[in-house]
């Protein structure tokens, strides 16, 4: 257990659906994190909230969206995605700034686009 | 721009064996450095960092790693490798508002 919690950890949905993930973290940390992970790939940050507010937004496409309703939970809200979008969606945490203090993480949650 | 680079993509040693898992940067001033690694279907786990001072940095599961500011390099070591490290290793770097991530080094740990 890191602190970091994100659930499901595994979800398949279909082209038409719409999901979505959760993540949450009793850190006390003020900034939170979307992270894509796909095989053979970088890390790719998608979103980044600090002190609950949205700061970056990676062109990430609109079938993703992120909210961050408070400073312990993060959602990413998904719709009409595409086989592609099929990869580890990892949450994290920092406290203050992520240069200086690094992440923690969640365990992801492994999403299959069928 | 900044960058990480692992030149290992993919490293095989054998239980009891050392390891280094080498990592360069490519920033104009000492970064913060740090050392994660990912079991299968996990998150990342921070192993170490290094912010300054001593650049000999001891992190946890037996690990260590090296800042070296004229090779720009910042190499993960264990002295003896057991079967449970078998994971990917990921190094990054923490630029003011930013971070990188390496492309991490698959480990495999044989007998």
């Known amino acids: 257990e890191t602190g970091v919690t994100q659930t499901p950890r595994h979800l398949v949905m279909g082209m038409t659906n719409k999901k979505s993930l959760k993540c949450e973290q009793h850190?006390?940390?003020?900034?939170m994190y979307w992270y894509k992970q796909s095989a053979k790939k970088p890390l790719e940050l998608m979103f980044v909230?600090?002190?609950?507010?949205?700061?970056e937004n990676n062109s990430v496409p609109s079938r993703f969206s992120p909210e961050c309703p408070n400073s312990s939970h993060l959602f990413l809200h998904l719709h009409t995605l595409q086989p592609e979008d099929s990869a580890l969606y990892l949450c994290?945490?920092?406290?203050?700034?992520?240069?200086?203090?690094?992440?923690?993480f969640g365990s992801g949650t492994r999403l299959t686009v069928v | 721009a900044q960058s990480v680079t692992q030149p290992d993509i993919h490293i095989t040693v054998s239980e009891g064996a050392s390891l280094e898992l080498r990592c360069n940067y490519s920033?104009?001033?000492?970064?913060?450095l740090f050392w994660y690694v990912q079991s299968p279907g996990q998150g990342l786990q921070l192993l170490l960092k290094y912010f300054s001072g001593d650049t000999l940095v001891q992190g946890i599961k037996g690990f260590e790693a090296e800042f070296k500011r004229s090779q720009s390099s910042f190499n993960l070591r264990k002295p003896s490798v057991h079967w449970s490290d078998a994971a990917e290793y990921f190094c990054a770097v923490g630029v003011i508002g930013q971070f990188y991530f390496g492309t991490g080094t698959s480990l495999t740990v044989i007998p």
């Open positions: 994290a945490s920092s406290q203050g700034s992520r240069e200086n203090y690094g992440y923690t």
């Open positions: 909230y600090s002190l609950e507010e949205r700061v």
């Open positions: 850190l006390g940390h003020n900034a």
């Open positions: 920033y104009g001033a000492t970064p913060y």
